[in-house]
């Protein structure tokens, strides 16, 4: 595995993690294999029991991989002094309820080797982005999981970190919550920071992430961009005026018609200059051609479904379940 | 350094939780009605006048089936605190987000079980003085080896409590915890069945209790406490005619290859959790 690859913040080769289990070995990551640049937003997405919670565990070294490699900031797995560099939200989160939620940052600030000159400032930071300066000293077992998914986001916030991990971090949010959470990470997108963004809510995803990759049964099945991912293969609209009949002709070939704007499906980015130039010669004006684009949330079902349709006549071959925790 | 910030945290846990103001009430509540009826039984004897030897020879008895009480509650007291030590940190979540910091596991390990014993060494000893101060004071009696009685007691515990940290690094809280409980049980039935067996000479029984003694040595420490707080008298009498032999008066102390056996058994079951806890999955 090249490990010199200086512009990773991960990279993973066939990471792989089997739990055994009386019934057969429980699979929960087939055989991961992607790559996370640094400075980038990268949303990591699944359905329920795809495997993402156990490669985030795989990544920060709270499991160990039954094969494959993988390196974080270029270290190994679970490297200790990288840790110092990385922030973690998990997706249960839990924090010791009987201290005070500046408690709870400053044990972490500890264990994460902050400078005591500087923890203070640290704290007081994450908790004003978070929204939780004015609850800092009510203990966490008054707060509603809401405010504890804050907390959370602000344990994952301090000291600054290279590269912050957030596993479902608005599942407990309300929307207001969830557009302060927006906000965070654009904030440390503008400051560099890698974040691996684990969620189910796709619109979110598609509004912060720049690239993604959709994991399913334990393996990437698709990743690129968010533009790359969700413009559909070949489709075009192409909005004309002056349609005669040999306009009318071209566009129909392989296209309909609707209220001035024109789909034209199955036609290759090269061929797009010779559809408009024949157009033009065919006494058509020609306002605007624009990629046809799905929602991430339509692209992630359809590349679900047909993962399954290719996979189900597999199954039998392994007898292995896939039930990732 | 993190090593430390666990041992403090796990202390300041115990506070926050109100352990200490629990254990601190029902032990004054222990040590109260102990101490009356202790004043009581002196006050009855002197009326009627019995010799301070005969009063002596009472309170020799009821040092030891006090001691035997006290040693009860910190085994039980050790395993149910040091059980969801690691195990509630696992099962609620709290160490998924601590784990990710630059802490070894050792370090939660060691941490947890250095503050646990600190606590347990500290409340068997203070306890300890308080009571046999409360005796002196009412009965005028004072067995002979106090303090190493309280080592080999605080020694009891601690192993009860390694045992049940090392459990918890895989079992749920409760399950560890009981396991704990029955096996420190088990030991203690084996040694009765092994002062039976000496007095029945049934060497196999006594091999066997003496293999299960080794492997957890609750059993053998007590019978330490208990030989360091019998008089001369009851030790002669048990070492000259087995079928005296019984928890409570034991003929001759452990041997000092012992005291190293349970030394060693303790820093191989806590390296073992450290192991075990690293090798966890979670």
């Known amino acids: 595995m090249d490990t010199t690859a200086g512009d990773d913040a991960i990279r993973t080769?066939?990471?792989?993690?089997?739990?055994?289990?009386?019934?057969?070995?429980?699979?929960?990551?087939?055989?991961?294999?992607m790559s996370v640049r640094r400075g980038e937003t990268f949303g990591f997405l699944g359905p329920n029991g795809a495997g993402k919670t156990t490669a985030i565990k795989l990544l920060l070294g709270l499991t160990h991989p039954t094969s494959g490699e993988a390196m974080v900031l270029g270290a190994r797995l679970g490297d200790r002094l990288t840790r110092r560099r990385i922030g973690y939200l998990p997706e249960l989160f839990r924090y010791q309820d009987w201290l005070s939620a500046r408690e709870v940052l400053g044990l972490h600030a500890a264990l994460a080797d902050l400078p005591a000159s500087s923890r203070g400032t640290a704290i007081d930071e994450a908790l004003t982005v978070v929204g939780l300066a004015q609850r800092a000293d009510d203990r966490v077992v008054t707060f509603s999981k809401g405010m504890q998914q804050r907390l959370g986001l602000a344990v994952a916030l301090l000291g600054a970190p290279d590269l912050?991990?957030?596993?479902?971090?608005?599942?407990?949010?309300?929307?207001?919550?969830?557009?302060?959470?927006?906000?965070?990470?654009?904030?440390?997108?503008?400051?560099?920071?890698?974040?691996?963004?684990?969620?189910?809510?796709?619109t979110e995803v598609e509004r912060v992430c720049d690239r993604v990759a959709v994991v399913h049964r334990g393996v990437v099945i698709s990743e690129g961009t968010v533009a790359d991912l969700t413009r559909e293969s070949g489709a075009v609209r192409v909005?004309?005026?002056?349609?005669?009949?040999?306009?009318?002709?071209?566009?129909?070939?392989?296209?309909?018609?609707?209220?001035?704007?024109?789909?034209?499906d199955d036609i290759a980015e090269e061929a797009i200059p010779a559809l408009v130039a024949s157009l033009v010669a065919a006494g058509a004006r020609v306002y605007a051609v624009e990629p046809i684009r799905q929602s991430l949330e339509d692209r992630f079902v359809q590349l679900l479904r047909s993962d399954l349709s290719g996979v189900s006549s597999d199954a039998s071959v392994d007898s292995s379940r896939s039930d990732a925790p | 350094m993190h090593l430390l910030i666990v041992a403090v945290l796990t202390l300041r846990e115990a506070a926050r939780r109100r352990i200490f103001a629990a254990v601190a009430v029902l032990t004054v509540l222990a040590v109260g009605l102990t101490a009356w009826g202790m004043w009581r039984i002196?006050?009855?004897?002197?009326?009627?006048?019995?010799?301070?030897?005969?009063?002596a020879g009472a309170f020799a008895i009821l040092v030891l089936l006090l001691a035997y009480m006290f040693s009860v509650v910190l085994a039980v007291g050790a395993a149910f605190l040091s059980a969801p030590a690691i195990a509630s940190d696992v099962e609620s979540g709290v160490i998924l987000a601590m784990l990710p910091r630059p802490i070894r596991r050792s370090d939660i390990v060691l941490g947890k079980w250095i503050a646990l014993v600190a606590l347990l060494v500290a409340y068997t000893f203070a306890v300890g003085a308080i009571e046999f101060t409360l005796i002196h004071r009412i009965s005028g009696y004072l067995p002979p080896h106090p303090l190493?009685?309280?080592?080999?007691?605080?020694?009891?515990?601690?192993?009860?409590?390694?045992?049940?940290?090392?459990?918890?690094?895989?079992?749920?809280?409760?399950?560890?915890?009981?396991?704990a409980i029955v096996l420190f049980g088990l030991t203690w039935i084996g040694g009765i069945a092994q002062s039976i067996a000496l007095a029945l000479r049934n060497d196999g029984v006594v091999h066997a209790v003496t293999a299960l003694s080794l492997t957890l040595p609750t059993d053998g420490l007590w019978r330490g406490a208990a030989y360091a707080l019998e008089p001369a008298v009851l030790a002669a009498a048990a070492l000259t005619d087995v079928r005296r032999e019984s928890p409570f008066t034991v003929g001759a102390p452990p041997p000092a290859a012992f005291d190293w056996w349970a030394f060693c058994w303790v820093a191989v079951v806590l390296y073992a959790a450290v192991v075990s806890f690293q090798k966890r999955d979670l």
């Open chain 2, 148 to 179: 190493r009685a309280l080592g080999f007691l605080a020694s009891e515990g601690t192993v009860l409590l390694t045992l049940a940290l090392l459990l918890g690094t895989r079992l749920s809280p409760i399950a560890a915890g009981i396991t």
């Open chain 2, 42 to 55: 002196a006050a009855s004897m002197q009326q009627r006048g019995e010799p301070a030897v005969e009063v």
């Open chain 1, 164 to 202: 912050v991990f957030l596993d479902e971090p608005t599942s407990a949010l309300d929307p207001l919550g969830r557009q302060d959470v927006r906000a965070v990470i654009e904030r440390l997108r503008a400051r560099g920071t890698t974040v691996f963004l684990n969620s189910h809510l796709l």
């Open chain 1, 239 to 264: 909005r004309v005026a002056g349609v005669t009949p040999a306009v009318a002709a071209l566009l129909s070939r392989n296209g309909t018609a609707a209220d001035g704007w024109h789909v034209v």
């Open chain 1, 13 to 33: 080769e066939r990471l792989a993690k089997r739990y055994p289990a009386a019934a057969g070995d429980i699979v929960a990551l087939r055989g991961l294999t």
